[in-house]
């Protein structure tokens, strides 16, 4: 298993940056897929975007593309989420989750550890 924390989380100003980080240990980073998901008061769970075991690869919503970067560093065991041209709609408590599967999944059910979340308000 292993266990992950987000930090980074605070209050951005629309239009501005931020960075967060998922600090896991545990288990050996390089065996998970990564993924960063969010959750705005009264709204399901949402897929933001989701980094290969190696970082080879990545995939984003359709709301986020061009705009939100994930990146990884196995040998820090960190994955990062940068988010830019940030838009109140944007706003949520943002978690990162780990799976050990092969599959392509963007469904929160399909991911086997999560952090606690941070929050990233966005006033308008």
């Known amino acids: 298993q292993v266990q992950l924390v987000e930090s980074g989380g605070g209050l951005v100003q629309a239009g501005g940056s931020l960075r967060l980080s998922c600090a896991a240990s545990g288990s050996t980073f390089s065996s998970y897929a990564m993924a960063w998901f969010r959750q705005a008061p009264g709204k399901e769970r949402e897929f933001v975007g989701r980094i290969s075991r190696i970082g080879g690869r990545t995939y984003y919503a359709d709301s986020v593309k061009g705009r939100f970067t994930i990146s990884r560093d196995n040998s820090k065991n960190t994955v990062w989420l940068q988010m830019n041209s940030l838009k109140p709609e944007d706003t949520a408590v943002y978690y990162c989750?780990?799976?050990?599967?092969?599959?392509?999944?963007?469904?929160?059910?399909?991911?086997?550890?999560w952090g606690q979340g941070t929050q990233v308000p966005v006033p308008s």
């Open positions: 989750a780990a799976t050990s599967g092969t599959s392509y999944y963007t469904e929160p059910g399909n991911y086997d550890f």
